[in-house]
């Protein structure tokens, strides 16, 4: 088993900064491909950065592209989420997931994932 716990959500406003936070459980944790993904109000659960395990690459969705950074401290078994520039519709559910799979890409479904986090809110004014 693989327990992921997301931290540093909070109500930030737009145009800040807010850096979330993933703690992994288990002496494995860079074998796994990690994810963020996030979940508005009434929307589907939603893709936003993935990192290999090894961090030689990363995966981001257009929509924060150049905002959102995905990085990953394997001594420390975690996976960070570094925001900026913040709009309020980055208002969402955050969630950290693990991918244990050996396929070559990165992966961008949900279903590609194996294990996952309870979320973390963050909320961006306007």
């Known amino acids: 088993q693989v327990q992921l716990v997301e931290s540093g959500g909070g109500l930030v406003q737009a145009g800040g900064s807010l850096r979330l936070s993933c703690a992994a459980s288990?002496?494995?944790?860079?074998?796994?491909?990690m994810g963020w993904f996030r979940q508005a109000p009434g929307k589907e659960r939603e893709f936003v950065a993935a990192i290999s395990r090894s961090a030689g690459t990363t995966s981001y969705a257009d929509s924060v592209k150049g905002r959102f950074t995905i990085s990953r401290d394997n001594a420390e078994n975690t996976v960070y989420l570094q925001m900026n520039s913040l709009k309020p519709e980055d208002t969402a559910v955050y969630y950290c997931a693990a991918d244990r799979s050996l396929r070559a890409g990165i992966g961008v479904k949900l279903y590609e994932y194996d294990y996952w986090g309870q979320g973390t809110q963050v909320t961006v004014s306007s």
């Open positions: 288990g002496r494995t944790f860079s074998s796994y491909e």
